[in-house]
Every structure is written in C-alpha cells, then in structure tokens.
C-alpha cells in the first residue's frame, strides 16, 4: 500500500523550496525517515531520486539519524544508476566521512569506509556528473587522511583528467591537490 508520504513525492521538484519543503515534512515526523531511506534505494519506483534530494536536506540538518541506517545506506549505494540519486548520495557520503573525521559524531564501521571508498572512486573515475565527482574528490580527500594509499591514487586520476573537464571540476582538483601535497 502506497503512504500518503510516498504520494506527496510526485508533487517534489528540483527548486530548493519545493525539496525543503518536504524535508520538513520528515524533520517535523521523525517516523517517516526510515520510509525515506527505504524509498531511496526502491529504485523501480520513480519517485527514488526525489526521495534521495529529500534525505539530503534531511542529513544537513539530522545527519544522526542516518547512524542506525548506516549499513543499510553504505550497502546499498552501489546500486545507485540514476544521476539524481547518486549526486546527493555522494553529498550524504561527504558529510557522512567529515562527520567521522572531524566530529566524530558518526562512527561508520570499517565496511561502512570502504564502501563509500568504492563507490567515490567509482563515481570519479565513471560518467557521472561535475557535482558528483566533485563530492567524490572531496570525500576522497577526506578518506586519505584515514587511509594513506587514497591520497596517491585520487592525485593521479584528478591529475590525469583535470585537462578533460569543466572549470568546476578544475576548481575543486586545484583545491584538492594542494592539500594533497
């Protein structure tokens, strides 16, 4: 059966208002995130992608209440084939690794990291879109000061598309790379 929840996702658009909107929707009924996550990984349904904009704004305001849902989110992004999903699935990754790295706030297992390792390095190196990569480089960069092999490898690949890509992507590789070093 069909929530009243999932329907009101078909009148969700791209606008900042429209996603915040019923982000609120969820940070005010705190009961309907774990149908959020869920929907967001029921890829058959359409409404997925605009399931994931709203878990994005939902984990810039209550990235904790992801913590009991980590290993199921961490899991299951692999699966991920449409842009609209995956660009904010690789926002929530980002903060989710600057959380563990910097306040501690999230505690992610040791498969938890090396899943949103793979899936950034996927994300980098695959046809994906500026922003996700861009997420990706970053979350990266992060996981390198937990991982010392990261930092060698996200260097040669941004070094070596870097000539190939818009100025955003450039802007965030400068960024990156003098860290880096």
């Given amino acids: 059966m069909i ?3 999932q329907k009101n996702l ?5 606008y900042r208002a429209s996603r915040q909107k019923y982000a609120d929707e969820v940070l005010d009924n705190r009961e309907l995130f774990p ?7 029921h890829t058959a ?3 997925s992608s605009k399931a994931f904009w709203i878990l994005e704004f939902v984990c810039y305001q209550k990235l904790e209440w992801i913590k009991e849902h980590l290993d199921f989110f961490c ?3 692999k699966s991920l084939k449409d842009e609209s999903a995956i660009r904010p699935a690789a926002k929530i990754c980002q903060l989710l690794i600057l959380s563990h790295s910097k306040q501690k706030k999230i505690q992610l297992s040791e498969k938890n990291l090396e899943e949103i390792t793979e ?3 996927d994300w980098l190196i695959g046809d994906t879109k500026v ?5 990706s480089i970053r979350t990266l960069y992060l996981l390198g000061q937990h991982y010392d092999w990261i930092h060698p490898e996200l260097k040669t690949i941004i070094t070596k598309d870097f000539p190939n890509h818009s100025a955003a992507y450039k802007a965030v590789a400068k960024e990156v790379l003098k ?3």
């Fill in 10 to 14: 078909n009148n969700v658009t791209g």
């Fill in 179 to 181: 860290k880096i070093k």
């Fill in 35 to 41: 149908e959020l996550i869920q929907l967001c990984f």
């Fill in 75 to 77: 899991s299951q992004i």
């Fill in 119 to 121: 899936n950034s390095f």
């Fill in 3 to 5: 929530s009243e929840f």
């Fill in 45 to 47: 349904n359409k409404n």
């Fill in 131 to 135: 922003a996700t990569k861009a997420y």
